[in-house]
């Protein structure tokens, strides 16, 4: 079954340093999408890209986050200036169509990233 | 609105009973409800999914209840094994926007 392959597995970083987490979406896919989860907590919406654009963002997803699509096959999320706060896992998804019925999101296993 | 209200926050059940999550929602304009299920440390999968013009739907020992009017829906998972120990999430989208809104997850225990 294809898989959303996300690397590294757990980074920590000190606060204030840049950190890029990244994903192979699953092949024939279209949409991708970042979610993050703070430990404990519900899994919140980042941002959703599509034919190399930022169709939707949380209010979460600021100036310091960015994504990008640079070769044809990864989907990176780079968070600037890391802060205490942004320590959750990050989980990457991909789907192949405007998710309807039971197309479905397929999620990578997550990076957790720590900030200290 | 665009939150999803879900519960218990946790439930334990014996080996073969019937756990039952329940989720509410508000916007009228979501279009699609899926159920995940996340195992500690691994990424949420799709378990089941439903539209809300069907009020029922089964897929193995998964099933989905669907009420329109009210606003709801829950998951009932039949004769329920250890192996279904995990956090389940309910949550919504709606096509306009490319986007899941989760539930806050029901941490599920079957015991033995």
């Known amino acids: 079954e294809p898989e959303v392959t996300q690397t590294p597995s757990h980074q920590v970083t000190q606060m204030g340093q840049e950190v890029i987490l990244r994903c192979v979406p699953i092949?024939?896919?279209?949409?991708f999408y970042w979610y993050r989860q703070i430990l404990g907590q519900k899994v919140e919406f980042l941002v959703s890209f599509y034919n190399n654009e930022i169709s939707e963002k949380s209010e979460i997803f600021d100036d310091q986050f960015s994504v990008e699509r640079p070769d044809g096959s990864n989907f990176t999320l780079k968070i600037r200036s890391t802060k205490l706060e942004d320590s959750a896992m990050y989980f990457c998804a991909s789907s192949s169509l405007r998710a309807t019925a039971s197309y479905g999101y397929t999620f990578g296993s997550g990076t957790r990233l720590t900030v200290v | 609105q665009q939150q999803v209200k879900q519960s218990p926050q946790s439930l334990i059940v014996q080996k073969g009973g019937i756990p039952i999550i329940n989720c509410a929602y508000e916007n009228t304009a979501f279009d699609y409800f899926p159920w995940y299920q996340q195992f500690p440390g691994k990424g949420p999968a799709l378990l089941i999914a439903?539209?809300?013009?069907?009020s029922e739907k089964k897929e193995g020992r998964f099933t989905i209840s669907f009420n329109k009017s009210a606003k709801q829906f829950s998951l009932h998972i039949m004769d329920s094994q250890p192996g279904d120990s995990a956090t389940y999430f309910c949550?919504?989208?709606?096509?306009?926007?490319?986007?899941?809104?989760f539930g806050t997850g029901t941490r599920l225990l079957v015991s033995p």
């Open positions: 439903i539209r809300p013009d069907v």
């Open positions: 092949s024939n896919h279209l949409y």
């Open positions: 949550a919504a989208h709606y096509t306009g926007f490319q986007k899941l809104v």
